[in-house]
C-alpha cells in the first residue's frame, strides 16, 4: 500500500492502480467529474494507463451549477 492525499485527505492504495481503477474503488464512477493528480489534469483517454504513485496529490473534482 501507498499513501496519496485524496482531496486533501490521507488515502491509502495498492501501488501502481490505474487511476480509471481507483476512481470506481472511490465511488466516482457514475458522476461527472474531473482529476488532477499533482495539479495537472488528466484527460479521460488516459485514466487506464496513469498510475498511481506514492506521495501522489490527486483531486477530483464535480462540476458546479448556478449563476
Known amino acids: 500500500m501507498i499513501s496519496?492525499?485524496?482531496n486533501g485527505q490521507p488515502s491509502q492504495i495498492i501501488a501502481d492502480t490505474p487511476l480509471?481503477?481507483?476512481i470506481m474503488d472511490w465511488g466516482y464512477?457514475?458522476?461527472l467529474f474531473?482529476?488532477?493528480i499533482?495539479?495537472?489534469f488528466i484527460a479521460r483517454n488516459q485514466y487506464?494507463?496513469?498510475l498511481i504513485k506514492?506521495?501522489?496529490r490527486i483531486d477530483v473534482v464535480s462540476p458546479?451549477?448556478?449563476g
Request: proline share 0%; charged share 25%; net charge negative.
Open 38 to 40: 499533482n495539479d495537472t
Open 48 to 50: 487506464q494507463e496513469t
Open 29 to 31: 464512477a457514475e458522476q
Open 20 to 22: 480509471s481503477k481507483a
Open 4 to 6: 496519496v492525499s485524496l
Open 54 to 56: 506514492e506521495g501522489d
Open 34 to 36: 474531473a482529476v488532477a
Open 64 to 66: 458546479m451549477q448556478g
